[in-house]
């Protein structure tokens, strides 16, 4: 198995049996860029290999909340755990 590792997943495109792709979040390669192979580099390939590549979407988006005055935050807080309490009360009804 080749190191794909940093490479363009486009670049890497290899004649190989069976490979399946998904994507991962990273915060240190770039979208398109391989984070990780399963088997890794080094390792022998025979026919009928399956090849799992790992490929970069990026950095994930940040997850900030807005910086609520209290009474807001408390309301909102107050509003949502009412909704999931009445959607569980739902459910349980069924």
Do not use: H, Y
């Not at 910086?67 to 999931?84: H, Q, T």
């Amino acid at each position: 198995m080749p190191d794909l590792v940093g490479q363009r997943w486009a670049d890497s495109l290899l004649p190989l049996c069976d490979i399946t792709v998904r994507t991962k979040a990273d915060a240190t390669l770039a979208a398109g860029l391989v984070v990780s192979t399963n088997p890794a580099a080094g390792s022998r390939l025979t026919a009928g290999s399956v090849v799992a590549v790992v490929v970069s979407s990026g950095p994930a988006p940040p997850t900030t909340t807005p910086n609520l005055p209290d009474g807001v935050k408390r309301l909102v807080e107050g509003s949502i755990a009412d909704w999931f309490k009445r959607s569980n009360d739902l459910v349980k009804r069924g």
